[in-house]
């Protein structure tokens, strides 16, 4: 059981609940609220001023790779986010370099998967990017399917590359891999 700091972009009432939540036996905590971008890192260091740091703290609905780095860096374990599933079902598909939007006219005759290497269930079938356009354009929903696993992949992929890197000590380096997402 988790329990939630609250106090939206207000410093007083952030390390109010940060104190009070974590002075509380819970087995983990969450970092909740709607926050701007550019406030994120002043809001995650008042939630995490009163939170102990063996516990695991949980970013709610933070998806996007820049943050994510952010976040990492601030002390963030945990996170939930429609971002990968839902980006999916909108033919945006992840890959290091940047993302594809499928739909476009420049994927009608690329023969490449979606990215090299993946391990994911759809670019091990060799499905490529012609065919997965041609799939979001006559059979959609099994388009999105396809978009989905792949994303899905790519994410969990991202945090097993952050974990690791947070061991070999090389994050910075990391995040430099995934410039096209700053
Ligand atoms: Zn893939």
Redesign the pocket.
Known sequence: MFGIVQGGIFEDLRKKSSKFIGSLAFNGFGIGGSFGEKQMRKVLNWSLSGLAEDKPRHLLGIGKIKDIFIAVKQGIDLFDCVVPTREARHAVLYTKAGKLNIEKEIFVKDKK???KN???????QEISRQEIRHYFKTERIYGQRLAT??NI??FKNLFREIREAIIDKRLEKLEEEYYNYR
């Not at 993946?118 to 091990?124: D, F």
């Open positions: 998967m979606i990215e993946c391990q994911c269930w759809v670019c091990r696993l792949h992949y790519f």
